[in-house]
């Protein structure tokens, strides 16, 4: 074989170690302390991961620094052959390697992206790593706090059923001195609950029945959930009866069957009734009792304008003092008391206002009979009892 006589051609052995150095340093990149670097795993140990960075040594990555969540196994991580973005905290540690940060690299990234959602009222979202006093931590990218009181739209006593979970919140605090991040995933369900709330009641229709479940109990009627939305059924439509308290027809958590009554979008208030979802018994009661039908019944209460008759099965008729007979009356005591047992006609029957108009007068006539009308007692004046008759009429028009 020839000679080489390539000048450009010379033997290790003529270099010195410091001429090596030199060489080496010229050829590979030189990188400062907070400069973001690239690199393959090429090896992963349980305390560290080093990093080929194209340098004359291998960057290394303490555990600690490869992710935000804490204890974590190197190989769970990253693995061989991955190609991995890294931040330069230390040029050179002992061993001559540049010491490098996953995480924060990976964390300068996050707070640019979590901050512009930020400013824009976007949500991010992120899988809770850790319960803490006070609240959760949540892997947004960087650690984000997530308080107690901002977990959900009511106090949450067990926070560690949300460890591991994936939670959607809206960044609402930011510190980049301190570091700190706060979130709320009570906004963001407030908000989807109102939108849920206003879809609901754009679809309501007065007349329209939804079933439901009674939320909640209070002295003047039942709240009642349509799934999403409360509506009040107010005690006077819980019964066709008498109601003292509504715990007497509805008990929390109980199913029902509701009929809406009015609706008013912008206080978003519904009204309901329960009742009207069955039929009102008084209606299948009057039935016994049709117009023209000459009937008996007992004087229950007696007013100035008339008596309240009892037909039986609680069905009450009125005997206004015009149709008590066929002479003038000042005083309905002057024709029957409490507790009389009198004949009296249908005159007429209004079935929403749940009202029957009795005639004494027209039952004597078609019996053929006289109504007895007593003297009015001398103590009362004809005047005054007209007067006293007016004022009541008036205050009880609505009874």
Not at 99 to 128: C, D, H, I, M, P
Not at 170 to 186: C, F, K, Q
Not at 223 to 237: A, N
């Amino acid at each position: 074989m020839s000679e080489i006589q390539n000048s450009s051609i010379f033997a290790m052995d003529d270099i010195s170690d410091e001429e090596m150095n030199n060489l080496i340093d010229g050829t590979v990149t030189d990188f400062d302390e907070g400069d973001l670097v690239t690199g393959t795993v090429v090896k992963i140990e349980r305390d560290e991961v080093l990093l080929d960075i194209s340098y004359k040594s291998e960057g290394v990555i303490p555990s600690r620094e490869l992710s935000i969540r804490k204890d974590v196994n190197p190989a769970d991580v990253v693995a061989m052959g991955d190609e991995i973005e890294a931040l330069v905290l230390q040029k050179e540690d002992k061993e001559g390697r540049l010491v490098l940060s996953k995480k924060r690299a990976e964390y300068e990234r996050a707070w640019n992206a979590v901050e512009a959602k930020f400013q824009s009222g976007e949500t991010v979202e992120g899988e809770v790593i850790e319960v803490v006093k006070g609240g959760l931590i949540l892997d947004i990218g960087l650690r984000g706090f997530l308080p107690a009181s901002l977990v959900d739209l009511r106090r949450v006593k067990d926070l560690t059923a949300f460890m591991g979970t994936r939670i959607e919140a809206r960044v609402i605090e930011m510190d980049r001195n301190r570091n700190n991040v706060v979130l709320s995933r009570r906004v963001v369900l407030e908000e989807a609950r109102k939108a849920e709330r206003q879809e609901i009641l754009s679809k309501l229709q007065v007349g329209m029945r939804l079933k439901g479940t009674v939320s909640s109990i209070v002295d003047f009627g039942a709240f009642v959930d349509l799934g999403g939305i409360d509506g009040l059924v107010h005690i006077s439509e819980l019964s066709w009866n008498h109601v003292n308290h509504p715990s007497e027809v509805v008990k929390v958590g109980q199913e029902v069957e509701v009929q809406v009554l009015d609706v008013d979008l912008n206080r978003e208030r519904i009204s309901l009734g329960l009742k009207q979802t069955t039929e009102d018994p008084w209606r299948t009661l009057v039935k016994k009792y049709p117009v023209d039908a000459i009937v008996e019944g007992k004087v229950t209460k007696l007013v100035t304008f008339g008596a309240f008759v009892d037909l039986g099965d609680g069905v009450e008729g009125l005997v206004h003092i015009s149709e008590m007979a066929k002479t003038h009356v000042d005083q309905p005591s002057q024709v029957c008391t409490v507790g009389d047992t009198v004949q009296v006609k249908v005159m007429e029957i209004d079935l929403d206002r749940r009202r029957i108009s009795l005639s004494m007068k027209a039952a004597a006539e078609t019996l053929g009979t006289e109504v007895e009308v007593k003297p009015l007692p001398e103590s009362v004046k004809p005047a005054e009892a007209e007067e006293a008759h007016e004022a009541e009429a008036e205050e009880t028009v609505e009874e």
